[in-house]
């Protein structure tokens, strides 16, 4: 059973840095993608960035760029966050998710997710 479980969130202030790791189990994970996503009450889940196997491609939503890099270890089948920067827009909770495909969508596998919130 494929299991993806998220830590390193919690209260940060605005401009402060919070790093998420995600730690996979439960299968190989040879070529899969990891992403991150995130949510806050009443709106839809957001794509905030993902990370091919290799760690060659990367993909950030805009509203992250210059601020989060997502990184990989594929030895320890574990994904980070760095979070930096913050602002209390990011407060959230936030989830990692792998599937085959990289995509800004579509994952097969979550996590149960980890809150952050930056306070101003």
């Known amino acids: 059973q494929v299991q993806l479980v998220e830590s390193g969130g919690g209260l940060v202030q605005a401009g402060g840095s919070l790093r998420l790791s995600c730690a996979a189990s439960?299968?190989?994970?040879?070529?899969?993608?990891m992403a991150w996503f995130r949510q806050t009450p009443g709106k839809e889940r957001e794509f905030v960035g993902a990370i091919s196997w290799l760690s060659s491609i990367t993909d950030y939503t805009d509203s992250v760029k210059g601020r989060f890099t997502i990184s990989r270890d594929n030895a320890k089948n574990t994904v980070y966050l760095q979070m930096n920067g913050l602002k209390t827009e990011d407060t959230a909770v936030y989830y990692c998710?792998?599937?085959?495909?990289?995509?800004?969508?579509?994952?097969?596998?979550w996590g149960q997710g980890t809150k952050v919130t930056v306070s101003s």
């Open positions: 998710a792998t599937d085959l495909a990289m995509s800004r969508k579509y994952y097969n596998y």
């Open positions: 439960g299968r190989t994970f040879d070529n899969y993608a």
